[in-house]
């Protein structure tokens, strides 16, 4: 059994945590006013995931 | 707060631009001014978020405080890798500098991580990535809390 402080994430749900926590803190150390900031931490987490998993895809006919 | 002042400018990614003072300022103002950054930027490594905190921007500093516990926490409960000072190669001594700059949580992912690392899996390499990213923002946040205890970003 697992020691509750260990986790174990797929391969989607670490990217998206990753994504978040980065967009959300590029978003308030790089943007002020509360909409400028919603907004870069949005385009930047739906950019983190469409890059993400577009590289993923791109690799996909390497692996076989 | 500092942090939500109303500005005329909706952004600013860009230096707040240099204009030159009336008058010079004096070289003593000039080194407190410089010394008082290296002490923000230095508290800031030290803990993620002091910096901004000493900067009065309580909002920037929450955020930085909690994004870095928060990688730390995952990166050391996926088990990923801490890399050490005696790193046999240059991946492994920069992985000790990327860990290092999250500071003080450098010693908390070490206590956390009781099994040690396991990077067998792909759980673990996810560990070592998200510690790694812990070190490098943090080390962004000072340089930004830096930049703006020296007045060259708001």
Wanted: positive net charge; glycine residues 8%; charged residues 15%.
């Amino acid at each position: 059994m697992m020691p509750p402080h260990e986790f174990k994430l797929s391969h989607f749900q670490a990217m998206v945590f990753f994504a978040l926590l980065i967009s959300v803190a590029f978003g308030f150390l790089s943007r002020r006013g509360a909409y400028q900031r919603a907004r870069y931490i949005l385009w930047s987490f739906i950019l983190f995931l469409v890059i993400g998993v577009g590289i993923g895809w791109a690799m996909y006919p390497f692996s076989h | 707060m500092p942090d939500e002042a109303p500005i005329a400018e909706s952004t600013n990614a860009v230096p707040v631009p240099q204009h030159a003072p009336p008058y010079p300022i004096p070289a003593k103002d000039r080194h407190r001014r410089d010394a008082l950054a290296l002490t923000v930027a230095a508290a800031a490594w030290f803990l993620p978020g002091l910096g901004h905190a000493l900067l009065k921007m309580w909002v920037r500093a929450l955020v930085c405080f909690s994004t870095v516990a928060l990688l730390v926490i995952l990166g050391a409960g996926m088990r990923g890798n801490i890399f050490s000072r005696n790193g046999e190669d240059a991946f492994a001594k920069l992985g000790y500098v990327a860990d290092l700059g999250a500071g003080s949580f450098y010693f908390v992912a070490q206590a956390l991580e009781t099994n040690g690392p396991d990077v067998s899996h792909a759980n673990g390499d996810y560990g070592t990535r998200l510690l790694a990213t812990a070190g490098v923002l943090n080390m962004l946040a000072a340089l930004h809390a830096y930049e703006v205890a020296r007045a060259r970003k708001a």
